[in-house]
């Protein structure tokens, strides 16, 4: 059993910055993939970027340059750094993960692959 609590939501204006943080617990195989996924209000849920165990990364074009994922395996915890965020970026983030994760190739982005989530941490940004 795996779980994820975020934290580190916020309100900031266009062109500030945020740094999520996702704490996770439970076994997880060496390829796992932890993603970080949002969701507006009246939208689709949508993927962020992806953290393959090996340290690969996969990020949505719309956020590519502006956010970065890491992950601290000492502390085992997810983050998310967002610069130059835009209105449009608010929205509630989700940490998930596969813990067993991928045979070959990336972690993707696709919300379905992903089996354990955080309960979500609100990200507003004004103009």
């Known amino acids: 059993q795996v779980q994820l609590v975020e934290s580190g939501g916020g309100s900031v204006e266009a062109g500030g910055s945020l740094r999520l943080s996702c704490a996770a617990s439970g076994y997880m195989y060496r390829r796992y993939c932890m993603g970080w996924f949002r969701q507006a209000p009246g939208k689709e849920r949508e993927g962020v970027a992806a953290?393959?165990?090996?340290?690969?990364?996969t990020y949505a074009e719309s956020v590519k340059g502006r956010f970065t994922i890491s992950r601290d395996s000492a502390e085992n915890t997810l983050y998310l750094q967002m610069n130059s965020l835009k209105p449009e970026d608010t929205a509630m983030y989700y940490c998930?993960?596969?813990?067993?994760?991928?045979?070959?190739?990336?972690?993707?982005?696709?919300?379905?692959?992903?089996?354990?989530w955080g309960q979500g941490t609100q990200v507003t940004v004004s103009s």
């Open positions: 953290y393959t165990g090996d340290g690969r990364i």
């Open positions: 998930a993960a596969d813990p067993a994760g991928v045979v070959v190739g990336l972690c993707q982005l696709q919300s379905y692959k992903y089996n354990y």
